[in-house]
């Protein structure tokens, strides 16, 4: 009969603050097992020193690195996998005897626990328990004395491991923040408190419970004397306004404006990659103090102080436009970000359509151009709008599917090459299936029609087909589709391209 695993969390460092199910499971333990880094004691089992029965076999697990340097041809992550293996086979020794395993972990087993790791190599394989731990930043909380979160604030746990512009922009997206993983990245950390605009309420807070424990401003802190064991606290009352993604937008102002009103920009932002965002974009939104969108263009918008970010879901474009129009009318610098070409199904015209409102009519309004995502799929795929073509959106949300029905036959009628913007989504799936039936009304079946995913992002992917084979099931909200003319033909090394003379 083999033995059972046990996941124990001892807490922050106060053995005052292991909880009695962890006491009794440490003291019954056959065998007490541990993590500790390369020449140092055991945090773990400090804590629980004084539980840890005389009769019990001790395993500490020594990492082998503690930092990204190692010779070991897998790389750091090589290197770990193996250790992460070798501990797994130590304790699976024990539990194959019959013994019964605790591994200790400091705070909870799975936050940012080494326990993780043997629970993903050794429970499918024996009987496992995780008893729950008082995590650090709990304890942190404690120390600041200050309310880390209220009612419906969002507290958002991040590693400050996190690349600079990505933590400044999670930080300035969220009510209230945890930032772990301190150390020798303390000095990145704080830049991004301060692009963020929440430096003036951060804590810092060092060895919750433990000996040494100390709290004060991130401001204050000396980034030569942050240790691992530290962490810093933004709490949900330090907005200062802010809004997180999931609030309504707020109404725009009533009140008759002071001033003069500020130009309104509507900016493209490109299929995705910074390198496609233009110097004239890049810019102008160095320059703004507010940000308004869709949420994940919104995300693309590099954080910075003073800059304040207005995200939203995808279907209030007019509820957006009229908020930055009434930021403009009060004479706020903001910019309304869209993906691709902000003129091309993007948010330049929800902004002139919310711009008939004579409220916004004193509001100039300038739209700065970005590369659309047909362009981005086309220049991957050769050149297949080389000659005429037409552009059109299968979404019938703004307009009833017989219109698009309607323009599809004339469009294939006419033969020209045809970029389809949004050919399905999780509520849409039959729509690409119809929108090809009604392009072989007037299309032969080996029309060339090139599939572009993510192009530019992350799962890029190109496929060139034809219209006979074009499977509905491998199209969905990602895609961007390009159906050719007749003339549209695929060269040796597979480029597609429409010629710009057209037979009689």
């Given at each position: 009969m083999t033995g059972r695993f046990h996941g124990v969390g001892v807490g922050p460092g106060d053995p005052e603050l292991i909880t009695l199910k962890a006491a009794r499971l440490i003291a019954a333990a056959d065998v007490v097992a541990y993590h500790a880094g390369v020449g140092k004691a055991s945090n773990a089992r400090r804590i629980a020193a004084s539980l840890i029965p005389?009769?019990?076999?001790?395993?500490?697990?020594?990492?082998?690195?503690?930092?990204?340097?190692?010779?070991?041809?897998?790389?750091?992550?090589?290197?770990?996998?193996?250790?992460?293996?070798?501990?797994?086979?130590?304790?699976?020794?024990?539990?194959?005897?019959?013994?019964?395993?605790?591994?200790?972990?400091?705070?909870?087993?799975?936050?940012?626990?080494?326990?993780?790791?043997?629970?993903?190599?050794?429970?499918?394989?024996?009987?496992?328990?995780?008893?729950?731990?008082?995590?650090?930043?709990?304890a942190a909380t404690a120390v600041?004395?200050?309310?880390?979160?209220?009612?419906?604030?969002?507290?958002?746990?991040?590693?400050?491991?996190?690349?600079?512009?990505?933590?400044?922009r999670r930080l300035?997206?969220?009510?209230?923040?945890?930032?772990?993983?301190?150390?020798?990245?303390?000095?990145?950390?704080?830049?991004?408190?301060?692009?963020?605009?929440?430096?003036?309420?951060?804590?810092?807070?060092?060895?919750?419970?433990?000996?040494?424990?100390?709290?004060?401003?991130?401001?204050?802190?000396?980034?030569?004397?942050?240790?691992y064991f530290s962490l810093v606290l933004v709490t949900g009352d330090s907005r200062n306004g802010r809004r997180s993604r999931d609030r309504p937008l707020p109404e725009p102002s009533a009140v008759e404006p002071a001033g003069p009103a500020a130009e309104l920009l509507v900016v493209g932002l490109g299929p995705g990659p910074g390198r496609w965002l233009t110097p004239e974009a890049s810019a102008a939104l160095a320059g703004v103090d507010h940000v308004v969108g869709?949420?994940?263009?919104?995300?693309?918008?590099?954080?910075?102080?003073?800059?304040?970010?207005?995200?939203?879901?995808n279907t209030v474009e007019i509820d957006r436009a009229r908020l930055a129009l009434g930021l403009a009318r009060d004479g706020?610098?903001?910019?309304?970000?869209?993906?691709?070409?902000?003129?091309?199904f993007g948010m330049a015209t929800a902004v002139f359509e919310a711009a008939?409102?004579?409220?916004?009519?004193?509001?100039?309004?300038?739209?700065?151009?970005?590369?659309?995502?047909?362009?981005?799929?086309?220049?991957?795929?050769?050149?297949?709008?080389?000659?005429?073509?037409?552009v059109m959106s299968l979404s019938d949300r703004l307009k009833p599917w017989e219109v698009i029905e309607r323009r599809l036959r004339a469009v294939a009628e006419a033969d020209l090459a045809l970029a389809i913007y949004n050919p399905a989504s999780r509520s849409r799936t039959g729509q690409v299936a119809a929108a090809r039936e009604v392009l072989l009304e007037h299309r032969k079946p080996d029309t060339v029609v090139v599939v572009g995913r993510s192009v530019g992002r992350e799962g890029e992917s190109l496929a060139v087909t034809t219209l006979g084979e074009l499977d509905p099931a491998g199209v969905d909200?990602?895609?961007?589709?390009?159906?050719?003319?007749?003339?549209?033909?695929?060269?040796?090394?597979g480029r597609v391209w429409t010629p710009r003379w057209v037979q009689p």
């Amino acid at each position: 009969m083999t033995g059972r695993f046990h996941g124990v969390g001892v807490g922050p460092g106060d053995p005052e603050l292991i909880t009695l199910k962890a006491a009794r499971l440490i003291a019954a333990a056959d065998v007490v097992a541990y993590h500790a880094g390369v020449g140092k004691a055991s945090n773990a089992r400090r804590i629980a020193a004084s539980l840890i029965p005389g009769s019990a076999v001790e395993e500490q697990l020594t990492y082998p690195v503690t930092t990204g340097a190692t010779d070991h041809p897998g790389g750091y992550t090589g290197v770990l996998a193996d250790f992460y293996e070798e501990s797994a086979a130590r304790l699976a020794a024990h539990l194959d005897a019959g013994r019964d395993v605790v591994l200790l972990s400091e705070g909870d087993p799975l936050f940012y626990g080494s326990y993780m790791y043997m629970h993903d190599r050794l429970a499918e394989r024996y009987e496992t328990e995780i008893v729950p731990g008082v995590p650090a930043f709990a304890a942190a909380t404690a120390v600041a004395a200050a309310p880390l979160a209220r009612q419906t604030d969002v507290l958002t746990v991040l590693p400050g491991t996190l690349p600079e512009p990505e933590l400044a922009r999670r930080l300035a997206d969220t009510d209230a923040a945890v930032v772990m993983k301190l150390g020798r990245t303390f000095p990145a950390v704080r830049r991004a408190l301060e692009s963020a605009g929440r430096l003036e309420h951060a804590v810092y807070v060092e060895r919750a419970s433990m000996d040494g424990e100390r709290r004060l401003p991130v401001a204050e802190v000396d980034p030569a004397t942050v240790p691992y064991f530290s962490l810093v606290l933004v709490t949900g009352d330090s907005r200062n306004g802010r809004r997180s993604r999931d609030r309504p937008l707020p109404e725009p102002s009533a009140v008759e404006p002071a001033g003069p009103a500020a130009e309104l920009l509507v900016v493209g932002l490109g299929p995705g990659p910074g390198r496609w965002l233009t110097p004239e974009a890049s810019a102008a939104l160095a320059g703004v103090d507010h940000v308004v969108g869709y949420g994940p263009y919104v995300d693309r918008v590099p954080q910075r102080a003073g800059l304040t970010r207005h995200a939203s879901g995808n279907t209030v474009e007019i509820d957006r436009a009229r908020l930055a129009l009434g930021l403009a009318r009060d004479g706020e610098s903001v910019a309304v970000v869209s993906g691709g070409d902000a003129g091309v199904f993007g948010m330049a015209t929800a902004v002139f359509e919310a711009a008939e409102d004579p409220a916004y009519r004193d509001v100039p309004v300038r739209v700065l151009p970005g590369v659309s995502a047909v362009q981005a799929v086309a220049a991957r795929a050769g050149a297949p709008v080389g000659g005429d073509f037409a552009v059109m959106s299968l979404s019938d949300r703004l307009k009833p599917w017989e219109v698009i029905e309607r323009r599809l036959r004339a469009v294939a009628e006419a033969d020209l090459a045809l970029a389809i913007y949004n050919p399905a989504s999780r509520s849409r799936t039959g729509q690409v299936a119809a929108a090809r039936e009604v392009l072989l009304e007037h299309r032969k079946p080996d029309t060339v029609v090139v599939v572009g995913r993510s192009v530019g992002r992350e799962g890029e992917s190109l496929a060139v087909t034809t219209l006979g084979e074009l499977d509905p099931a491998g199209v969905d909200m990602r895609c961007l589709l390009i159906v050719g003319a007749s003339g549209t033909r695929v060269s040796g090394a597979g480029r597609v391209w429409t010629p710009r003379w057209v037979q009689p």
